[in-house]
């Protein structure tokens, strides 16, 4: 190691000594010794340097380039062809350092010091490597998204990067905001509710709920089939236990279309399955993918709310806190008979008790009484949760309870909470919270399949929206691992007759 930090100084000092000699080569300084200046021999003495000018020195000397004479104008400074000079001497001298470090660096022993930029750059992708195995796991997950940017996104926010995050789709919506005004196109129209007539539904003694009264529309005057509820998914008992239909959001946005859905709490039962990304963990008695077994009573399937680290509230089930729940949050509660509530956490008596199954929060609720709940600020992110680039109208869900117990669901694009308060207050919710937003994460869809007891599979599901991302087949897939909400069949002999 001695040795070899003695050369690389030696080299060193030669590279500075070149450097130096071209350099002066360059200015047009004399390097050769002459009489007075040389280097002194045995037995000499060094002489006086004689001063320049006219007479003096070595007469050589008077007309050796870089030398004016007295009394002369150095004309190779004052034309074009000194400045080319200089030019070429820089560049001559520039050429020169290159092929010294050049030199230097393959008279190095190792790898590295040949090719230090390289070296290090492997060295960065190596010590990265952790990183690069885990964005090409997220980017290959369909759990994070339908697509590659929305995998992406989901997973700079799990790793602190947030902020660039909501810079880019910030610039993204703000150069796409939704659509102001026009009529909505026949394709994004649910095509079995296109018509303005409503569905009848077949008679039975079956205890049930009576079914919704057509809903006002928020944009004003009705389109035909808006607002008209039509039976959807498996029946029960010979009746519709689901009826979906569609409204624009409000007067702005009138070429836009929302979904909603009215469920029957007689007739259904709620389940929450838990993912390994929502809330996190494992060895949960309902998770994806849905078991045949639930299958042949499924009705419908429907995304919940935030990533947990947003919701601002907290989740239990399988008779165990996952995160801790807070007062005042709104809470979808599933109890021990199948019935599904919301309530504000901690009020009316909500609190855990043994017939609670399952407790679901997510931010505060949107409706209270039957109206949209004073305050509602749609750009409060530290509220209602953060968007894609903090947009306003974006794709929402919210989930709400009817004084008769029914359940109601509603999601689409270009809403903002306010607008997601009035559809669901519209519904005749007395009570409705947020549930999950983002175009990858608004999902509902139903089952019919040919026979009461048949099996709910991809192949006869439908999504509520055409618009929808998603297909009805991810909550049958075992990479799904976001938590979500199912309605299924109440055995008939057991159908509940009252709430």
């Not at 080569?25 to 060094?46: H, K, L, V, W, Y």
């Not at 790898?111 to 964005?135: F, K």
């Not at 750009?379 to 903090?390: A, H, V």
């Amino acid at each position: 190691m001695e040795s070899d930090r003695g050369a690389t100084s030696d080299e060193e000092q030669l590279l500075v000594r070149e450097d130096r000699t071209s350099r002066d080569q360059g200015s047009g300084i004399d390097q050769r010794p002459g009489p007075g200046t040389g280097t002194a021999g045995p037995g000499t003495q060094p002489g006086p340097r004689l001063p320049d000018g006219p007479g003096h020195g070595d007469p050589a000397d008077q007309l050796r380039p870089g030398r004016q004479q007295p009394g002369r104008r150095d004309r190779s400074r004052a034309a074009p062809g000194g400045r080319a000079s200089r030019r070429e001497g820089y560049w001559s001298r520039r050429s020169r350092r290159r092929q010294q470090r050049l030199r230097l660096r393959a008279s190095r022993r190792t790898l590295v010091g040949r090719h230090p930029l390289a070296a290090a750059l492997c060295a960065v992708l190596l010590v990265l490597t952790p990183v690069w195995v885990s964005l090409g796991g997220a980017l290959t997950n369909p759990a994070l998204g339908t697509s590659s940017g929305a995998r992406g996104a989901e997973w700079l926010r799990t790793h602190g990067a947030s902020p660039v995050v909501n810079w880019a789709e910030n610039f993204w919506y703000s150069h796409h905001p939704p659509p102001v005004g026009g009529k909505p196109a026949s394709s994004a129209l649910p095509g079995a509710l296109s018509s303005g007539r409503a569905s009848a539904a077949a008679g039975s003694a079956v205890a049930h709920l009576k079914p919704p009264a057509r809903m006002t529309s928020p944009a004003g005057q009705r389109l035909p089939g808006e607002g008209v509820w039509h039976p959807a998914g498996r029946r029960v008992g010979g009746r519709p236990a689901l009826y979906e239909t569609w409204v624009r959001p409000d007067a702005v946005h009138t070429s836009l279309v929302i979904g909603v859905a009215w469920m029957d709490s007689k007739l259904l039962r709620a389940s929450l399955y838990s993912g390994s990304t929502i809330p996190g963990g494992s060895r949960f008695t309902h998770t994806a993918p849905i078991p045949r077994a639930a299958a042949r009573s499924l009705v419908a399937a429907f995304n919940a709310g935030f990533l947990m680290n947003n919701a601002q509230g907290g989740y239990y089930t399988d008779h165990k806190t996952i995160v801790p729940l807070r007062n005042g949050a709104a809470s979808a509660v599933i109890y021990r008979n199948g019935s599904m509530n919301i309530v504000s956490w901690g009020q009316g008596g909500a609190r855990l008790g043994p017939d609670v199954v399952s407790v679901r929060q997510n931010l505060d609720l949107l409706v209270s009484n039957g109206n949209a709940v004073p305050g509602l600020n749609p750009k409060d992110t530290t509220r209602w949760g953060f968007t894609l680039g903090n947009a306003v109208d974006v794709w929402r869900s919210g989930i709400g309870v009817t004084a008769s117990g029914a359940l109601v669901y509603a999601g689409g694009p270009g809403l903002n909470i306010t607008t997601l308060a009035d559809i669901l207050a519209k519904t005749g919710a007395i009570r409705a919270m947020e549930l999950d937003i983002n175009t990858d994460w608004v999902n509902f869809a139903s089952y019919a399949p040919g026979t009461a007891a048949g099996a709910a599979t991809a192949a006869n599901g439908t999504d509520l929206l055409p618009g929808m991302f998603g297909a009805p087949a991810r909550y049958f897939q075992s990479w799904w691992s976001r938590d979500f909400f199912t309605v299924s069949a109440r055995p008939v002999a057991t159908a509940r007759t009252g709430r």
